[in-house]
């Protein structure tokens, strides 16, 4: 089993920046996939970012190429996403993820990952 906590969320002006960390205990996850996920108020979770198996690739939603930067720590187990250029409309609940044998062609599916973490909030307000 793997646990996974995120921290970092908070409140930021518009075009301010934030870090986002994850955690991950439990087993290392070095080899496995992992990313971050976001959910708006009433709506399904949506792709972020994030690194395939083995993190020899990186993958953004269109809607944050550019602003987001997914990076990981193997020494450390963990995952962070700094999020500069930030906009209201990125307001939501922010999930790290993990997973030892998704495939590539489904990194984009909130359903295809098996571990999430609890979420963090981020407000973009002034």
């Known amino acids: 089993q793997v646990q996974l906590v995120e921290s970092g969320g908070g409140l930021v002006q518009p075009g301010g920046s934030l870090r986002l960390s994850c955690a991950a205990s439990?087993?290392?996850?070095?080899?496995?996939?992992v990313g971050w996920f976001r959910q708006f108020p009433g709506k399904e979770r949506e792709f972020v970012a994030t690194?395939?198996?083995?993190?020899?690739?990186?993958y953004y939603a269109d809607s944050v190429k550019g602003r987001f930067t997914i990076s990981r720590d193997k020494a450390k187990n963990t995952v962070s996403l700094q999020m500069n250029s930030l906009k209201p409309e990125d307001t939501a609940v922010y999930y790290c993820?993990?997973?030892?044998?998704?495939?590539?062609?489904?990194?984009?599916?909130?359903?295809?990952?098996?571990?999430w973490g609890q979420g963090t909030q981020v407000t973009v307000s002034s």
């Open positions: 439990g087993r290392s996850v070095n080899s496995y996939a």
């Open positions: 993820v993990t997973d030892q044998r998704i495939i590539t062609s489904s990194l984009r599916d909130p359903d295809a990952w098996d571990y």
């Open positions: 690194f395939n198996r083995g993190g020899s690739h990186t």
